[in-house]
T-cell receptor
Framework: GEDVEQSLFLSVREGDSSVINCTYT??????LYWYKQEPGAGLQLLTY?????DMKQDQRLTVLLNKKDKHLSLRIADTQTGDSAIYFC???????????FGKGTTLSVSS | DAGVIQSPRHEVTEMGQEVTLRCKPI?????LFWYRQTMMRGLELLIY????????DSGMPEDRFSAKMPNASFSTLKIQPSEPRDSAVYFC???????????FGQGTRLTVV
C-alpha cells in the first residue's frame, strides 16, 4: 500500500532556510501535497505539485520533486518564528481520492 | 462558507462510555473523510464517504468504531465503548469530486480516562 516517510524534527534559526524531506511509494500519484498544522489547529493546505513538474515556487516556498527517487522536498526561505508548525507530506491513495499522510515534521524556529 | 465544522472541540469521557463526534462538511462537497491523529501513528485515514455512501472503511480500527452520513451536510463518528487508547485528535475533512485537496476541520480532541 501507499506509504509516506518524513523525518520527525527540524530545528533552524530565524532567517535561515528550512528543507523538509519526504519519500513516498506510489509512483502513480498525480499530485503531491504539503500541509501545515499549527498548534491546536487543523491542517491547512500549503502547496502542491503536479507529478509532471520538477519544481514549483510560491513566494518563500519551493517544492522539488524527484520522481525517479520518489522524493519530495519543501524549502522555506527566510524562515520566521511564525513558520514553527508540523509539516505533512501527502499523496493520494490508489483510488486517487483520499490523502495518505506522513507522520509530519515538526519545524522549530529559534530567534 | 465557514469551512468544515466539527463538534465538540474537546471531549473527555470515561472508559466504557459512548462517544459521538460530529462533522458538517463544506456545502457542495461530495467527499467526506475522517482521520485520527496520534503521536505514535500520525494521521490515519479511518473512513471516507462519497455522496453519503461509505467507500472505504478499511482504516476503522475495530467494531467499536462506526461512522454514518445520513445526509450531505452531516456525519458522525461513534465509538462504543470507548477505551483510553482511543484518545486522539479526530479530524473531519471534505472535498469536491475527490480530485481537489481536502479541507480540514479544527478537530475534536478526545480524552478517554
Amino acid at each position: 500500500g501507499e506509504d509516506v516517510e518524513q523525518s520527525l524534527f527540524l530545528s533552524v534559526r530565524e532567517g535561515d532556510s528550512s528543507v523538509i524531506n519526504c519519500t513516498y511509494t506510489d509512483s502513480s500519484s498525480t499530485y503531491l501535497y504539503w500541509y501545515k498544522q499549527e498548534p491546536g489547529a487543523g491542517l491547512q493546505l500549503l502547496t502542491y505539485i503536479f507529478s509532471n513538474m520538477d519544481m514549483k515556487q510560491d513566494q518563500r516556498l519551493t517544492v522539488l520533486l524527484n520522481k525517479k527517487d520518489k522524493h519530495l522536498s519543501l524549502r522555506i526561505a527566510d524562515t520566521q518564528t511564525g513558520d514553527s508548525a508540523i509539516y505533512f507530506c501527502a499523496e493520494k491513495d490508489q483510488a486517487g481520492t483520499a490523502l495518505i499522510f506522513g507522520k509530519g515534521t515538526t519545524l522549530s524556529v529559534s530567534s | 462558507d465557514a469551512g468544515v465544522i466539527q463538534s465538540p472541540r474537546h471531549e473527555v469521557t470515561e472508559m466504557g462510555q459512548e462517544v459521538t463526534l460530529r462533522c458538517k462538511p463544506i456545502s457542495g462537497h461530495d467527499y467526506l473523510f475522517w482521520y485520527r491523529q496520534t503521536m505514535m501513528r500520525g494521521l490515519e485515514l479511518l473512513i471516507y464517504f462519497n455522496n453519503n455512501v461509505p467507500i472505504d472503511d478499511s482504516g476503522m480500527p475495530e467494531d467499536r468504531f462506526s461512522a454514518k452520513m445520513p445526509n450531505a451536510s452531516f456525519s458522525t463518528l461513534k465509538i462504543q465503548p470507548s477505551e483510553p487508547r482511543d484518545s486522539a485528535v479526530y479530524f473531519c475533512a471534505s472535498s469536491l469530486q475527490g480530485r481537489d485537496s481536502p479541507l480540514f476541520g479544527q478537530g475534536t480532541r478526545l480524552t478517554v480516562v
